[in-house]
């Protein structure tokens, strides 16, 4: 008996404990304005903790960039025994990630060793040279709008 009274407390205590739990919500997007706050350390401390902030953002986003169009392509490449014309053509052109680097599919380049130093130092300065840093709102459209622009794949006729 009292076991089963035990049994029936800790599973009321457990359901107690869930039931009262705070709701867990998505994780916030960075702002173009809090990015712009951490990069504007950079050049006067680039080992202090908000220009290693800006460092780790945008090598975590080129990093994310490259994850993602790796497992794209491998994707196509392990897909379906039919594939649609889209597919096929996707396939077909895989030559063009191994010529233009790992990041093709997202329609930058840093397939020549670009540091990354040399990279943040570009996201930096626009950052610094933007008038109105709500354009665009989020941390991941200006850093992928300012790799597209200043880091394009060429395109070359296979």
């Given at each position: 008996m009292k076991q089963s009274l035990l049994g029936v407390s800790l599973l009321s205590l457990l359901l107690f404990l869930l039931l009262s739990s705070t709701t867990v919500s998505a994780v916030?997007?960075?702002?173009t304005e809090e990015l712009a706050?951490?990069?504007s350390?950079?050049?006067?401390?680039p080992q202090g903790v908000d220009a290693v902030f800006c460092i780790r953002y945008?090598?975590?986003?080129?990093?994310?960039?490259v994850a993602t169009d790796e497992l794209v392509v491998s994707n196509i490449v392990t897909g379906k025994e039919k594939e649609t014309f889209s597919e096929r053509?996707?396939?077909?052109?895989?030559g063009k990630l191994r010529l233009y680097g790992?990041?093709?599919?997202?329609?930058?380049?840093?397939?020549d060793p670009v540091k990354l130093n040399q990279v943040v130092t570009k996201i930096v300065t626009e950052l610094a040279t933007r008038k109105q840093l709500k354009e665009p709102p989020?941390?991941?459209?200006?850093?992928y709008h300012t790799l597209v622009t200043n880091y394009p794949c060429e395109k070359k006729r296979l």
């Open positions: 916030e997007s960075l702002t706050a951490h990069c350390h950079y050049e006067k401390d945008i090598q975590g986003f080129i990093d994310g960039a053509a996707a396939r077909t052109r895989l790992s990041t093709y599919v997202a329609d930058f380049c840093l397939n989020l941390a991941r459209d200006l850093v």
